[in-house]
């Protein structure tokens, strides 16, 4: 089973920037389909992005479509979050999660069988 740990969580304002990565470690990275996901306070667990295997395809929510960006490097076994134009409803904790049957499209939390800590993305108005 694979280890996600996420970084690059923080504060920044409306219309600012951050980079979120997702380091994984003790399998295979390059099995994994791997997605992300965030929680705000009170709300489900909802879908970012997921990437396949070799980052073929990608497949975005509608929120974040054209503002966010995913991307791996499987030399370095980690998946990236561009979060670009960022909004106040963007805050929530962001977690990364891998997917050991390569799933594409895969946008429900339940296909992820591996899940990091999460990282807080605060975005002030």
């Known amino acids: 089973q694979v280890q996600l740990v996420e970084s690059g969580g923080g504060l920044v304002q409306t219309g600012g920037s951050l980079r979120l990565s997702c380091a994984a470690s003790?399998?295979?990275?390059?099995?994994?389909?791997m997605g992300w996901f965030r929680q705000a306070p009170g709300k489900e667990r909802e879908f970012v992005a997921t990437i396949s295997r070799s980052a073929y395809s990608t497949y975005y929510a509608d929120s974040v479509k054209g503002r966010f960006t995913i991307s791996r490097d499987n030399a370095k076994n980690t998946v990236y979050l561009q979060m670009n134009s960022l909004k106040p409803e963007d805050t929530a904790v962001y977690y990364c999660?891998?997917?050991?049957?390569?799933?594409?499209?895969?946008?429900?939390?339940?296909?992820?069988?591996?899940w990091g800590q999460g990282t807080q993305v605060t975005v002030s108005s």
């Open positions: 999660a891998a997917d050991r049957f390569g799933s594409v499209r895969a946008v429900v939390p339940d296909v992820y069988d591996t």
């Open positions: 003790g399998r295979t990275f390059s099995n994994y389909a």
